[in-house]
């Protein structure tokens, strides 16, 4: 080979090793090949769920306030800020109105796509590893508040106040004022959670 297509090829080189560098990140270190595809994928998904306002496919309703999107080639639980609703699934049994909020969470959310909203105030992961998220349907319905509104389930602060709280509050005390859902006066004799 001629000096010409030696430098030809030495060059050729290079752009391809910084067009991978450039493609993998500055900050991420050359791996095998099959090292790289996994690391690009995780870090695909993990920047998609940081991002708010992004639609996802919504997979499941586990309980009244817990739904499961899908991320690409991945699932997440994602618990709604804001609500607490009752639990079908608590060590004790179902608690009151469980199976009902559930019911309700799975008729408001009919559509195949949710759009998440994240609270740097709550942080990202709740204690079970839940993602922390408010989701919104197409038509702009948000969930907890909804779920709140028809009295459903109760406003729950996790760790300190959020960007929605105030609504959330009006929301839950119009479903009390009104009897409705679980404060219905043969519903579940329960006191809301903000209150003694």
């Not at 690409?72 to 469980?98: F, S």
């Not at 990202?124 to 989701?135: K, Q």
């Not at 106040?161 to 043969?186: C, F, H, I, N």
Request: negative net charge; glycine residues 8%; contains cysteine.
């Amino acid at each position: 080979m001629n000096k010409i297509g030696q430098g030809i090829l030495i060059i050729s080189v290079i752009l391809n090793v910084v067009l991978v560098y450039e493609l993998l990140g500055r900050n991420v270190a050359l791996a095998p090949e099959d090292e790289v595809s996994e690391k690009s994928e995780s870090v695909t998904i993990e920047k998609k769920v940081h991002e708010s306002g992004i639609s996802y496919p919504l997979m499941r309703i586990v309980d009244g306030d817990t739904i499961i999107v899908g991320f690409e080639n991945a699932t997440e639980y994602v618990r709604l800020i804001g609500i607490d609703a009752p639990e079908p699934n608590d060590p004790g049994g179902p608690q009151c109105y469980a199976q009902e909020s559930t019911t309700h969470l799975q008729e408001l959310a009919r559509t195949g796509l949710v759009t998440l909203y994240f609270d740097e105030s709550q942080g990202m992961y709740d204690s079970y590893g839940r993602l922390l998220a408010y989701v919104e349907m197409p038509d702009g319905t948000d969930l907890g508040k909804q779920m709140l509104a028809d009295g459903y389930a109760q406003e729950f602060t996790y760790h300190s106040a959020y960007e929605r709280q105030v609504s959330y509050m009006s929301a839950e005390t119009e479903a009390l004022e009104k009897e409705q859902g679980l404060w219905a006066p043969d519903a579940c004799n329960i006191a809301p959670a903000n209150q003694p």
